[in-house]
């Protein structure tokens, strides 16, 4: 029965690989439960005011930034799959130290190390999810992964929800300890995980092998696509940093009409993610990234039209631009993950992939930044401007395309038959 209705809504089968997706399930809700929290949890458990939680926040990011180029060497030299129960375990252990934190320096310290974790999963998640997959069927991988992972953000927000709801101490710590049991059962379970990694010399280091970093620099194909993911990230950063305050600030619409969007966000992304999936079978790969893009921009016109309406019309085109918005979403992520799993040289995939995620920790970083002072200086100049970064990324698929020989090839949904 399970199988389906993953084939009904055009998910593939997960067969053997059940430990694997119900660890990425598990890490999923611990996510979910923490990032309502992850500030609040040291306003209510600590002394430190806003500015000092800030700060160290911020901090923390700084410490863990060069990480990402390490986690990609550590990938290629010992295995995704072992740098992902590196990055649970890591994550787990900072979370059981949460608690403990009392002061800026050692907030900054503990959030380091879970960041550094996050970092090492990410960096790992999609090598092992190209291992674990066939060729062919890895839009439908990426695309169901992803769903999954964001059913599971819901179901941890709930959690998040009730937490917060009643703003008890004992609850804050438990929320955090929660997490920490989520990450080291993520680690158990991935132990029975089997990943077939890529052959390479014996004793061969990282850096010996095809050209090491030098090889993805120099790699212009990549290039454009990970310039491409860079829009595709500040247009996704709009959800969280952007609208919230457009709705609820700019537009004074009511608070529920910010949380709606967020609602249909993730209910279109958990049933319709692997329906789009399939319907992009036999669709030319730098077409489909170009077409979320131009619905991203979309969406962007779309909600500045809300400006000048009534509440109720107001509302109504607010809905509308979520739908817009999250369509972009769901045509353009499968497909740049696949992209970018699939394109570089087995044996350097870990470098690759590193660099494809700098895409999303620079975006992360600035759009908070640039989104705020776009919308300082007006809805026009904020959606406008913020339609031209996801143009740029939908012209930017030409030279992709002709650059990144995978980016020239259709969706197939099917897995390839080896001959």
């Known amino acids: 029965m399970l199988n389906r209705l993953a084939s009904g809504l055009g998910f593939p089968q997960v067969g053997h690989h059940r430990r694997f997706v119900t660890a990425i399930g598990i890490d999923a809700v611990g996510s979910g439960i923490w990032m309502p929290v992850s500030m609040i949890f040291f306003l209510a458990t600590t002394h430190l005011s806003l500015v000092q939680v800030g700060l160290a926040l911020s901090l923390s990011s700084l410490l863990s930034l060069p990480a990402a180029v390490l986690v990609g060497q550590q990938v290629d030299r010992f295995g995704s799959k072992t740098v992902l129960q590196a990055g649970n375990l890591l994550q787990g252990a900072s979370f059981v130290l949460y608690p403990f934190a009392d002061h800026v320096w050692s907030v900054a310290l503990v959030v380091s190390a879970s960041v550094i974790g996050r970092t090492a999963f990410w960096g790992s998640y999609s090598p092992m999810v190209t291992l674990i997959s066939p060729p ?42 929660l997490n920490a049991a989520s990450y080291l059962l993520s680690f158990v379970l991935l132990a029975g995980v089997a990943a077939h990694e890529p052959e390479r010399a014996p004793h061969a280091h990282p850096s010996e092998v095809v050209g090491g970093w030098s090889t993805v620099l120099r ?16 247009a996704s950063a709009a959800l ?11 537009l004074g619409l ?14 279109m992304i958990g049933v319709g993610q692997g329906l789009v999936v399939v319907r992009m079978t036999g669709a030319l790969r730098s077409r489909i990234v170009a077409l979320g893009l131009l619905c991203s921009a979309a969406s962007f016109v779309v909600l500045l039209a809300a400006e000048r309406l009534g509440v109720v019309a107001a509302v109504a085109v607010v809905l509308a631009g979520a739908v817009v918005y999250t369509l972009g979403e769901l045509i353009s992520g499968p497909v740049l993950a696949t992209l970018a799993a699939e394109s570089p040289p087995a044996a350097l995939r ?17 759009a ?9 200086r007006g809805t026009g100049p904020a959606w406008l401007g ?33 001959t």
Do not use: C
């Open 136 to 177: 062919g069927e890895r839009e439908k991988w990426f695309g169901f992964l992803g769903a999954m992972r964001n059913a599971g953000f819901a179901v941890g927000g709930v959690v998040a929800g009730a937490a917060l709801t009643v703003d008890a101490l004992w609850l804050y710590y438990a929320v955090a300890l």
């Open 219 to 234: 790699d212009r194909g990549y290039a454009w696509l990970v310039g491409t993911n860079f829009t595709y990230a500040m």
């Open 240 to 250: 969280n940093v952007a609208i919230p305050v457009y709705v609820v600030e700019m």
């Open 254 to 267: 009511p608070g529920w009409v910010s949380a709606t969007v967020f609602v249909i966000n993730t209910l």
């Open 350 to 366: 870990g470098r690759y992939l590193a660099t494809y995620q700098l895409s999303w920790n620079v975006a992360t970083g600035v």
């Open 368 to 376: 908070p930044l640039l989104y705020a002072w776009l919308l300082d």
């Open 386 to 418: 913020m339609a031209a970064i996801a143009l740029a990324g939908a012209a930017a698929t030409v030279p992709m395309r002709r650059r990144l020989d995978h980016a020239d090839r259709v969706v197939t949904n099917r897995a390839e038959v080896a």
